[in-house]
C-alpha cells in the first residue's frame, strides 16, 4: 500500500490498538483513541472509568521509549482487509505542554465526546519513524504484494 493512502486511512480510523513492552520484556496492548497531528500520533488518559491513573501503558512508554500504534478494518468480504501499523519513539508529556496540547486539541476535534471534557492527560506521544501496511486489494482492484 501506498504510504499516502496508509497514513489517510490510519488518520480517518477510531480506534486503535496501542502496543508497549513491560520492564519485563512483555507485551503490553490496549485499545485507544487517537489523533494523527503534526507529524505524531497523540492519546491521552481521560476520565473514563480506569482502575489507576498510574496506568501501565505509561510506565511502559517512560521505560522503554518506544511504542506500536496499530489500526485495521475487518470485513465479511475478506479482498477488503487492510492495517497499517506505525512504529517509532514515543513519549508521555503533560497535557499543557505544547505537544500535549496539540494533541488534545486534536483529540477533541476527531471525538465530539470530548467537546464537553476534553482529556486531562498526560498525552502518549508516538513519533513515527515507519510504517508498514498491508491491503487486501489495491484501490485499483488489483492484489496487494
Not at 480517518?12 to 520484556?25: E, F, I, N, P
Not at 489523533?35 to 501501565?56: N, Q
Not at 506500536?68 to 506505525?86: G, K, M, N, P, Q
Amino acid at each position: 500500500m501506498d504510504e499516502s493512502v496508509a497514513r489517510e486511512l490510519f488518520a480517518a480510523a477510531r480506534v486503535a490498538a496501542l502496543g508497549t513492552v513491560t520492564r519485563d520484556g512483555l507485551p503490553h496492548v490496549v485499545p485507544v483513541v487517537f489523533a494523527l497531528t503534526g507529524g505524531v500520533i497523540a492519546s491521552a488518559v481521560d476520565g473514563k472509568p480506569k482502575s489507576t491513573r498510574e496506568l501501565r501503558r505509561l510506565a511502559n512508554v517512560r521505560a522503554s521509549g518506544r511504542a506500536s500504534v496499530l489500526v485495521d478494518e475487518y470485513d465479511e468480504d475478506w479482498t477488503r482487509l487492510w492495517w497499517v501499523r506505525a512504529d517509532g519513539p514515543a513519549d508521555v508529556v503533560d497535557a499543557t505542554s505544547p505537544v500535549g496540547a496539540a494533541g488534545i486539541e486534536a483529540l477533541c476535534r476527531k471525538y465530539p465526546q470530548y467537546g464537553d471534557a476534553p482529556p486531562a492527560g498526560p498525552v502518549v506521544v508516538v513519533r513515527p519513524h515507519r510504517w508498514v501496511s498491508w491491503i487486501a486489494r489495491e484501490p485499483d482492484g488489483g492484489r496487494a504484494g
